[in-house]
């Protein structure tokens, strides 16, 4: 019996040894182990730098005109339009959505306006009308710009100082001559004021972005100069992503 037993034992040990190799070889190979692709960060539009830049639009206002020669007369409002065109620098810095900097530029503009009216003086009527014309023909801000940054896109208010190139031409309306009535008949001026506004820029590559903005520019004295103006410009950024 134990000789059967051990006979049977020796069978079925050679039967698994011959049947286990072919299994093993019928079962598909394991897969390699591939570890997950890395992903990149998104990258984060960066609005700090030094830029600059062009800049161009149209303007619109009021101006005293007399009060470029004179302020013996009671004020006088000229309504005056034209374009605007120059270069623009400057700096800025972000710091999560926050957007600090400092902008100046400085601009050609050909804002004209003429009118014909009675001066008077001390509130007394002059004795003959003139024609005043009176123009804006160069002006420049200094600027603090405050905005809010969304990737490519930043919204802006800006406010700082100002000066405007004012000049005035007089003459009568009868042929008389300017000087009879006004001891000087043209007059230059250079009016110091302010600039305030707001904006919108976006970023067309990592330096070159694009901005719109409306600024509202004045004398020192709103009775003097004060006129509105709508600007696009194209910057271009020394830094970036």
Known sequence: MNKVL????????????AVHPVAAA???????YSPAPMMSPTPVYNWTGIYVGLN??????????L????????GESLGFSGGVFGGTAGAQI?????????????????MKGSGTFVPSIGGVLGPAAITASTNIDWEST???RVGYANQNWLFYATGGMAILGAKTSLTTTGGASCATLIATCTGLS?????????????????????KLEYLYITAASLDVSHHSEIRFGVNYRFGGM
């Open 6 to 17: 051990s006979l049977a034992t020796v069978a079925l040990a050679a039967f698994v040894g």
């Open 26 to 32: 019928d079962l598909p190979p394991r897969p390699a």
């Open 56 to 65: 161009g639009g149209y303007g619109w206002g009021n101006q005293d005109p």
């Open 67 to 74: 009060n470029i020669i004179t302020n013996r007369f009671d």
């Open 94 to 110: 972000q710091s999560g959505h926050v957007v600090i900097g400092f902008e100046a530029d400085i601009d050609w503009a050909n």
């Open 142 to 144: 200094a600027r603090v």
């Open 190 to 210: 250079k009016q110091i004021g302010a600039a305030l506004g707001a904006g919108v820029e976006y970023g067309i590559t990592e330096n070159v972005s694009a």
